[in-house]
């Protein structure tokens, strides 16, 4: 079996090197040479719209995947008319659009802050009188980590929001006074077989991912079922195949969809040594019709980012908890070079590590 994929980061990386153990060959499609993936895989260089490029994709693939999600909608199109590609086309096209995905929250009953679309002016100033403040505005399309947003408290941040963004189409949420951000990772098999990770509880930082605990501490089972019966409902209504991930604000009893990614995710990390089966093993079982793995967490993780910089594996792995993940990525501020997993047996010891865990490993930048 041959596993295209499009995009070179980690994601991709990770994904090819969950390929071998399964004897599954991988391809990665990316612009540049010396990516993080094409260094352990194969590797055809092409921008994601170049249609030779995509046509050596076919070639070299019996299924193409992709690892991030603006990957342009008629390249997927393109590509399932010649192989198969998953996730589907749509949930990119419902995913790289931020009130078009809203829209598909509420549509399959799944709450949401409350949205409101933006094409001009007059539109913002409505929607600020109907949604009050605080507010966030934000870019609908190529909105990442937590860039193209404003969030607005007074009359004059506004305007100063209305300055940065305006111009272009906007969404504009109701600010949630979230208590936790939390995500779940869920993937549904080509049969239609639906696996579910236990819930995660993640710290951003600027917009970036700094840490992800799993399970997510006290929780409760209700919550973790409500969210996993939403993803149930997304994956079915997509005719979904891999993994998918949705983030949740936590607010009292409420859990609210901020925004679902059609990939493999970074606060999915965990489970490479967290888990029963990790989500990348999971991801390409999933691609290429093989049956799913099991998500149960096996005792407590932590996960921390490498942000610009990562510290020396040395130090890192003075700490015999911890287990080293390096992307193969120069030094750049702002961008993730690696992870580190810190795995306990139990919840009340993860508890008991983690102010040392977390002296250990600040955020980068
Ligand atoms: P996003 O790119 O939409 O995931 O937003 C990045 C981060 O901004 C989120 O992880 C939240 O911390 C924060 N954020 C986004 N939308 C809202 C909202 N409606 N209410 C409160 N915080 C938000």
């Known amino acids: 079996m041959n596993l295209g994929i499009i995009g070179g980061g980690q994601l991709g990386r990770m994904i090819a090197m969950a390929c071998y153990p399964l004897g599954v060959r991988a391809t990665v499609l990316e612009p540049g040479s010396g990516s993080s993936a094409s260094q352990v895989c194969d590797h055809i260089a092409g921008e994601f719209d170049d249609l030779q490029a995509l046509y050596k994709l076919v070639q070299a693939s019996d299924v193409v995947t992709f690892e991030f999600e603006n990957v342009p909608v008629e390249s997927a199109r393109w590509l399932a008319e010649r192989v ?3 996730p589907p086309a749509r949930a990119l096209e419902v995913s790289q659009e931020r009130f078009a995905e809203k829209q598909f929250f509420q549509s399959l009953g799944i709450p949401t802050p409350p949205f409101a679309a933006i094409e001009n002016e007059a539109d913002f100033h409505a929607a600020v009188a109907d949604i009050g403040l605080p507010a966030v505005l934000k870019t609908r399309r190529f909105g990442y980590d937590g860039k193209g947003q404003a969030v607005i408290r007074t009359p004059a941040d506004a305007d100063a929001a209305w300055q940065k963004l ?7 949420e109701g600010f949630v006074p979230f208590d936790r951000e939390l995500s779940l990772i869920a993937v549904r098999g080509r ?3 639906i696996v579910t990770y236990p819930l995660i509880e993640n710290v951003h930082i600027d917009g970036i991912l700094h840490r992800s605990i799993a399970p997510a501490p006290n929780l409760g089972e209700e919550l973790g079922e409500r969210a996993a019966e939403f993803a149930s409902r997304i994956l079915t209504e997509l005719n979904y195949v891999g993994v998918l991930t949705i983030e949740w604000f936590q607010d009292g009893p409420r859990l609210l969809a901020n925004e679902m990614a059609p990939r ?3 606060s999915g990390h965990w489970p490479i040594e967290g888990a029963l089966t990790s989500q990348f093993e999971n991801h390409v079982r999933a691609v290429c019709g093989l049956p799913l793995g099991r998500a149960d967490a096996v005792g407590s993780s932590a996960m921390y980012n490498f942000i610009g910089t990562a510290p020396p594996a040395l130090a890192v792995l003075a700490n015999p908890d911890a287990h080293l993940h390096l992307y193969g990525k120069s030094a750049r501020p702002w961008r993730k070079v690696g992870h580190v ?11 008991e590590k983690l102010p040392e865990w977390d002296a250990q490993f600040p955020r980068g930048g």
């Open 341 to 351: 997993t810190l795995r306990a047996s139990n919840a009340a010891e993860l508890q």
């Open 191 to 193: 049969t239609g077989q």
């Open 264 to 266: 493999v995710h970074n």
């Open 166 to 172: 305006g111009g272009r189409p906007l969404i504009l």
């Open 84 to 86: 198969p590609v998953f």
